[in-house]
């Protein structure tokens, strides 16, 4: 028998309809709805109940029900449950989503779902063993918060914020904020899966740390969307090429035109205006921008300054004093 819709499913379709869903990329949607699906027991075969799904150590380890690894994470108890764990899905997903595309998202998705139930395993079977404890082994956990909390982790990673507020006036650094959460979680709400939440953390910092992000890398390319572009750079060519600009990049490129022809710079310059210098002010703008949106401008600044040795950027922010005397006697042919 399909479970009631409850508060949690209100809130959370109030929230998606407010939002908009055209706001939502496809993955994402799919994703959450996917798991309202399940919820509302559409598929009672694989989905039946929580014990029949839940993951732990024993249940995979010892009975080899592997396929829980999968099914744990999508499964939720009640539906304030499966509200807090979409709603911070939701902002998270249309984050990344964005920046990496939909099919390496999907791909982290499933990649993330699967190591978070491992770990989950891994982790109660060694604290199973050291503190002697069969409850680790025994313990089983269902909802998609480790997922939720890897992707928290990549997403504070690619974030613009240093600092985050909790409470509006508890400053906490960026790169501490996950593991702030977690504690707070397992304080407010005692009975929630502090081993999920933890390997959901360890999963996320082992992509962007660890091996497991050029390993996903090396398989599908984490520029397949809005920053696929960037591997075109080589198609760009002549003397004042341009690595964000060119027939890919640029979807006005029009190589035919006299300007394109001359610099090669991806531009077509649109209707030539009667006003005196309209043409040139185009082009000097094009100069300028290379193309680009103010966004895609900061995006490109961002990624080479990252791409500078530290060395070269420190010397950049702190000059030599010695270089800049010899320069400014070159320069005035006036040395003091």
């Given at each position: 028998m399909a479970r009631r819709g409850g508060l949690g499913l209100f809130l959370l379709s109030a929230e998606i309809l407010n939002l908009g869903i055209t706001e939502i990329p496809t993955v994402t949607?799919?994703?959450?709805?996917?798991?309202v699906v399940i919820f509302l027991d559409f598929f009672?075969?694989?989905?039946?109940?929580?014990?029949?799904?839940?993951?732990?150590?024993?249940?995979?380890?010892?009975?080899?029900?592997?396929?829980?690894?999968?099914?744990?994470?999508?499964?939720?108890?009640?539906?304030?449950?499966?509200?807090?764990?979409m709603i911070s899905f939701l902002m998270k997903g249309r984050t990344l989503e964005?920046?990496?595309?939909?099919?390496?998202?999907?791909?982290?998705?499933?990649?993330?779902?699967?190591?978070s139930s491992l770990?989950?395993?891994?982790?109660?079977?060694?604290?199973?063993?050291?503190?002697?404890?069969?409850h680790y082994l025994t313990q089983c956990a269902i909802g998609f918060s480790g997922v939720v909390f890897a992707l928290k982790v990549v997403t504070t990673h690619y974030a613009r914020e240093t600092q985050y507020?909790?409470?509006?006036?508890?400053?906490?650094p960026a790169r501490m904020i996950y593991w702030v959460e977690l504690l707070l979680i397992q304080i407010l709400v005692p009975n929630v899966s502090f081993i999920g939440h933890l390997a959901g953390i360890i999963v996320g910092l082992l992509y962007i740390k660890g091996p497991l992000g050029p390993i996903m890398?090396?398989?599908?390319?984490?520029?397949?969307?809005?920053a696929h572009r960037r591997s075109r750079w080589a198609r760009?060519?002549?003397?004042?090429?341009?690595?964000?600009?060119?027939?890919k990049y640029n979807r006005n490129y029009n190589a035919?035109?006299?300007?394109?022809?001359?610099y090669n710079r991806g531009y077509t310059g649109g209707t030539q205006s009667s006003a005196p210098f309209a043409g040139e002010s185009q082009y000097m703008y094009q100069d300028l921008t290379g193309g680009l949106s103010e966004e895609e401008q900061l995006d490109r600044a961002v990624f080479e300054s990252m791409q500078q040795p530290q060395s070269f950027r420190g010397r950049e922010l702190h000059p030599d004093l010695d270089e800049l005397r010899a320069r400014r006697c070159s320069r005035f042919r006036r040395c003091i």
């Amino acid at each position: 028998m399909a479970r009631r819709g409850g508060l949690g499913l209100f809130l959370l379709s109030a929230e998606i309809l407010n939002l908009g869903i055209t706001e939502i990329p496809t993955v994402t949607l799919a994703a959450l709805v996917g798991q309202v699906v399940i919820f509302l027991d559409f598929f009672p075969r694989y989905f039946p109940s929580a014990a029949s799904v839940c993951v732990s150590s024993y249940m995979v380890w010892n009975n080899g029900m592997w396929k829980r690894l999968v099914l744990a994470p999508l499964y939720h108890g009640n539906d304030m449950h499966l509200y807090f764990n979409m709603i911070s899905f939701l902002m998270k997903g249309r984050t990344l989503e964005r920046k990496f595309g939909s099919i390496y998202f999907l791909w982290m998705l499933s990649v993330f779902t699967v190591l978070s139930s491992l770990l989950y395993v891994v982790l109660g079977v060694l604290l199973a063993e050291l503190l002697d404890d069969i409850h680790y082994l025994t313990q089983c956990a269902i909802g998609f918060s480790g997922v939720v909390f890897a992707l928290k982790v990549v997403t504070t990673h690619y974030a613009r914020e240093t600092q985050y507020h909790l409470f509006g006036f508890i400053r906490v650094p960026a790169r501490m904020i996950y593991w702030v959460e977690l504690l707070l979680i397992q304080i407010l709400v005692p009975n929630v899966s502090f081993i999920g939440h933890l390997a959901g953390i360890i999963v996320g910092l082992l992509y962007i740390k660890g091996p497991l992000g050029p390993i996903m890398n090396s398989i599908i390319s984490p520029y397949y969307g809005q920053a696929h572009r960037r591997s075109r750079w080589a198609r760009t060519t002549g003397p004042y090429s341009d690595p964000y600009v060119g027939r890919k990049y640029n979807r006005n490129y029009n190589a035919n035109t006299p300007y394109n022809a001359q610099y090669n710079r991806g531009y077509t310059g649109g209707t030539q205006s009667s006003a005196p210098f309209a043409g040139e002010s185009q082009y000097m703008y094009q100069d300028l921008t290379g193309g680009l949106s103010e966004e895609e401008q900061l995006d490109r600044a961002v990624f080479e300054s990252m791409q500078q040795p530290q060395s070269f950027r420190g010397r950049e922010l702190h000059p030599d004093l010695d270089e800049l005397r010899a320069r400014r006697c070159s320069r005035f042919r006036r040395c003091i």
